[in-house]
């Protein structure tokens, strides 16, 4: 991969620019009807499990079984389940709720501060060793990260770790793919011709990283830290094996041991719509956050694919 | 550049990278190289753990459980990843090609599984497939067929294939477009004044270009494949006798570790794992560019 990666680096494009002559392009081209239908048929199939899902939690337990799955029922329980949702065992989806937005938060900010500084180094420095570190963080990236899991709760539970927050931040904090992103980014980003001026201007390397490379760099540091934000919310895994006291837990395991406690059945099944409704109230801010942040994603994506 | 400075910038540089590379040693390396060492071990009946070499490994190479989980890997990368790459694709392609009305909500709608958690989409197709309340149920009540179970023994496989379609058609469609729309377009527009249609143009200009891209989703794809957890893990509860504990090796280590107690052989598993999609990744990349080079 490396061989590649880098002949596609050392010839970057500009997507905004040949996009807007596209944009021209287009206006005036003829639009196909086959297409358009055969387009949003296909964009049904990835909207409809969503639309059952907010569906299924404006129901109660009764119109979950007898109404149908894409419409709402014979009565609107969205806020009754939702305060059923937060009721639940003294509220401790808030506190699951609360669990992820940290775990989160910190390893994003932390993984994005050492992928950044690293990428920078890579992209702007020259220095015995440099292609062989670069070279093991890209193998890096085709590491399973389930196959460091079991190594890492053993290492953890020999040192006490497990069962504390820093058990699922410390492994999130290490983000190869953020460094390559970095490393990419920084290249374009940051000119040599600027660094070099402000070198003639008497400033120390690391003043000219926190004043000057890092505002040209933050674009790139949005797109890193909303990756390693949703790769550790996402995370089900790593909390699964390291975690074991229900206060501790983030939404994903929470959830999930919901789902398991629903499915083992008995009295339990008024538990299917708590269960349907935490689901989808726990997508919700992320969904927003992806309406707003869309140019970020792509940036993101377009750096991996375009240049990758 | 005069031989001190040159020597502080390295010593700044080998300061940035070293945050890095210290959270990486410890949280990765070290893990990495334990596994390995845990791996030659093994628990005897008597004498306790002992020192096995390969021993792990011959075994897993013996463990039908194992294969079976392999070899369910290989059929999702043989009939699931080429589905979804093959729909990201052509998704990409039509609406690069600006042929498509509402193109920008089309390609939000597509995007969208992407935002939801993986535990999120599999529970939630879970009900969608289940027998209680599911939506397959009621639509083929509904067109008076006979209900499927999707979470049997037989189809379970499928579902599954099914859930991460789904949640990933998105994010490798968003890769290559953005590839696309990285061509420059004196390039295409020639060829359609020339009278190119939309399919050839896609077939000898547009995919060529985008190689790299999608050489990038392939190994990704890969590398997800080999790593299957959230769905027999969740899915095993709704259906317990159709996921067996090695449904997938990713599955198969996370039990032997915390269900059966066998750590050493559980890094076996984890450790071979990484090495297969090394290799494969590796073979695939390998073949890639030889076709680069010949066309």
């Known amino acids: ?308 | 550049m005069n031989k001190a400075i040159k020597r502080k910038q390295q010593l700044v540089a080998y300061g940035f990278i070293l945050p890095f590379f210290v959270v990486f040693a410890t949280m990765f390396i070290v893990p990495l190289a334990y596994s390995g060492y845990l791996s030659l071990f093994a628990h005897t009946l008597v004498g306790g753990l002992k020192f096995v070499a390969f021993g792990n490994y011959v075994r897993a190479f013996e463990d039908s459980a194992f294969l079976f989980g392999l070899g369910r890997t290989a059929l999702i990368l043989l009939i699931q990843v080429p589905i979804m790459l093959g729909f990201a694709l052509f998704f990409a392609l039509a609406l690069d090609s600006g042929r498509a009305r509402g193109s920008k909500a089309i390609r939000l709608l597509i995007f969208l599984p992407f935002a939801v958690p993986g535990v999120v989409a599999v529970l939630m197709w879970g009900y969608i497939y289940g027998q209680n309340f599911g939506l397959t149920g009621q639509i083929a009540r509904g067109l008076g067929l006979p209900p499927t179970n999707f979470l049997s023994d037989s189809l379970v496989l499928f579902s599954i294939m099914n859930i991460i379609t789904w949640a990933f058609v998105g994010y490798n469609m968003i890769i290559l477009y953005a590839a696309l729309k990285s061509i420059p377009p004196e390039l295409h527009e020639a060829a359609e004044i020339d009278g190119a249609s939309q399919l050839r143009l896609a077939w000898s200009v547009k995919i060529p270009m985008i190689r790299p891209a999608i050489l990038l989703t392939v190994i990704f794809s890969i590398i997800g494949s080999f790593q299957i957890f959230n769905e027999p893990k969740l899915l095993v509860e709704l259906s317990p006798t159709a996921i067996p504990q090695g449904f997938t090796p990713n599955f198969y280590a996370f039990n032997l570790a915390f269900v059966n107690q066998d750590v050493n052989y559980a890094a076996a598993i984890a450790f071979l794992l990484g090495f297969v999609i090394m290799i494969v990744s590796y073979v695939v990349q390998l073949s890639m560019q030889k076709k680069e080079h010949r066309s």
Do not use: C
């Not at chain 1, 296909?42 to 007898?66: E, I």
């Not at chain 1, 490379?213 to 933050?218: D, E, F, K, Q």
């Not at chain 1, 983030?250 to 538990?271: D, E, I, K």
């Open chain 1, 1 to 308: 991969m490396t061989a590649q990666l880098n002949s596609a680096i050392a010839a970057p494009q500009k997507p905004a620019e040949s996009a807007n002559r596209r944009r021209k392009a287009n206006r005036g081209k003829r639009r196909s009807n086959l297409l358009t239908v055969v387009m949003w048929l296909s964009a049904l199939y990835f909207f409809l499990p969503l639309l059952w899902l907010f569906m299924s939690s404006t129901k109660d337990n009764g119109d979950l079984f007898t109404t149908f799955g894409l419409w709402f029922g014979n009565d609107f329980n969205l806020f009754a389940n939702i305060r059923d949702v937060f009721a639940y065992q003294d509220g401790i989806y808030a506190r699951w709720a609360l669990n992820t937005g940290i775990y989160a938060g910190v390893a994003a900010i932390g993984a994005t501060v050492l992928a950044t500084m690293a990428g920078y180094a890579f992209a702007k420095y020259k220095f015995p060793g440099d292609k062989l570190l670069f070279s093991i963080t890209l193998g890096a990236i085709m590491i399973p990260l389930t196959a460091l899991a079991i190594p890492t709760y053993l290492l953890f539970s020999s040192a006490q770790l497990t069962n504390t927050p820093w058990a699922v931040i410390l492994p999130s904090l290490v983000s190869p793919f953020g460094v390559f992103l970095m490393r990419v980014y920084a290249q374009d980003a940051v000119p040599d011709s600027l660094m070099e001026a402000a070198r003639v201007d008497g400033a120390g390397e690391y003043r000219i990283f926190w004043t000057v490379s890092v505002r040209l760099l933050a674009p790139g540091m949005v797109t890193v830290l909303l990756f390693t934000l949703v790769a550790t919310w996402n995370n089900y895994f790593l909390p699964l094996i390291m975690l074991n006291s229900g206060k501790l837990l983030p939404l994903t395991v929470g959830l999930a041991q919901l789902q398991a406690t629903s499915a083992a059945g008995g009295g339990a099944q008024a538990l299917f719509s708590t269960v349907i409704t935490g689901a989808f109230v726990s997508i919700i801010p992320l969904i927003i956050a992806f309406l707003y942040l869309q140019r970020f994603w792509q940036t993101g994506l377009a750096t991996g694919g375009v240049k990758g």
